[in-house]
């Protein structure tokens, strides 16, 4: 079945450490987002990509990287530069056009040790 | 900003409708209108969407307002598997979606 597959589905760094969430997709999607949840809120925007080696940056972009070498795969990279990792992270995708809705992976739960 | 108010909470009883309301009184003319729900510890399910007219699926229905400022999602008869939390969202031309905090939804059996 075509879907969003994120993994791990639980992380845990330690301090000072880089760390990388993976997200594919097999539904042929141009576009690839990135969210950060913190408890009882909504979804914040970290990148988002609408075509293979682009990408721009979100509302919260800061202390994180991404890379789009491949159409299906936007794994982010959560640097030591980001001060307060801990949070539940969301990939989705969608097909280019406001019509479209965003379909969502299962989130990975990254905390710190 | 928040691009998209809705009440923090609401509470139904089970079998009966339900109105979620949203106010986006900044909406540009090509922003669509989506609705999205989450459970505990998932990603975010989409419910609809929609641009001018009202719009129904077999989830629920779309009721906007004829300025667009205002949305609301109906659903017919909510059931105890309905309890999420619902995420009015407004999409651009640029691909981008604007989340606000949600309403969280408790029904009642």
């Known amino acids: 079945d075509g879907g969003i597959t994120q993994s791990p589905k639980y992380l845990f760094r330690k301090e000072g450490q880089n760390v990388t969430l993976s997200c594919e997709q097999n539904l042929n999607h141009d576009a690839m987002y990135w969210y950060r949840q913190d408890p009882g809120q909504g979804l914040r925007l970290i990148y988002y990509?609408?075509?293979?080696?682009?990408?721009q940056k979100g509302d919260i972009a800061e202390g994180y990287s991404v890379s789009r070498e491949k159409k299906e795969s936007f794994p982010l990279t959560v640097t030591s530069a980001q001060k307060n990792p801990t949070a539940f992270y969301l990939c989705?995708?969608?097909?280019?056009?406001?019509?479209?809705?965003?379909?969502f992976g299962d989130g990975t739960r990254l905390s710190i040790l | 900003d928040a691009k998209t108010t809705q009440p923090n909470s609401m509470e139904s009883n089970e079998e009966e409708p339900v109105h979620l309301p949203c106010n986006h009184s900044t909406i540009s003319g090509t922003d669509y209108i989506h609705w999205y729900r989450q459970l505990p510890s998932q990603g975010p399910e989409y419910v609809i969407h929609g641009l001018t007219s009202n719009v129904n699926n077999r989830m629920a229905s779309l009721a906007i307002a004829e300025d667009r400022k205002s949305s609301t999602l109906i659903l017919h008869r909510a059931t105890l598997r309905d309890a999420a939390v619902y995420y009015c969202?407004?999409?651009?031309?640029?691909?981008?979606?604007?989340f606000g905090s949600g309403t969280k939804l408790n029904v009642k059996p």
């Open positions: 989705a995708s969608s097909i280019l056009g406001g019509n479209q809705p965003q379909h």
């Open positions: 990509s609408q075509i293979v080696n682009d990408f």
């Open positions: 969202i407004l999409r651009d031309n640029f691909n981008k979606f604007y």
